[in-house]
Nanobody, 127 residues
């Protein structure tokens, strides 16, 4: 059973940096894609970034491109999201998600593509 546990959220000032982590267990994740989504109050959950474990190919939402970096640590089965130049609008609960892409048409940007979810970690950016 896949388990995803997020950590590292907190309060940070605008312009600051924060790194959040997702510890994955229950599988060998070589054939998986792990992603980060976020949900702000009153808004739908949206894609932030994803990484294919086997190739380290990365994918980003336009809103975070150039500011956020997703990476993985093989030995720890952990995925990180380094967030720099944080903005007020980055305030949200950040969720880790995982899925095993069934084919080349699989959409890493889509919420519905992911089968497994963590509980989320709150990131609050203050002015």
């Amino acid at each position: 059973q896949v388990q995803l546990v997020e950590s590292g959220g907190g309060l940070v000032q605008a312009g600051g940096s924060l790194r959040i982590s997702c510890a994955a267990s229950g599988r060998t994740f070589y054939s998986y894609t792990l992603g980060w989504f976020r949900q702000a109050p009153g808004k739908e959950r949206e894609f932030v970034a994803a990484i294919r474990w086997s190739t380290s190919n990365t994918y980003y939402a336009d809103s975070v491109k150039g500011r956020f970096t997703i990476s993985r640590a093989n030995a720890k089965s952990t995925v990180y999201l380094q967030m720099n130049s944080l903005k007020l609008e980055d305030t949200a609960v950040y969720y880790c998600a995982a899925a095993r892409p069934p084919n080349t048409a699989w959409d890493e940007y889509a919420l519905i593509s992911y089968d497994h979810w963590g509980q989320g970690t709150q990131v609050t950016v203050s002015s």
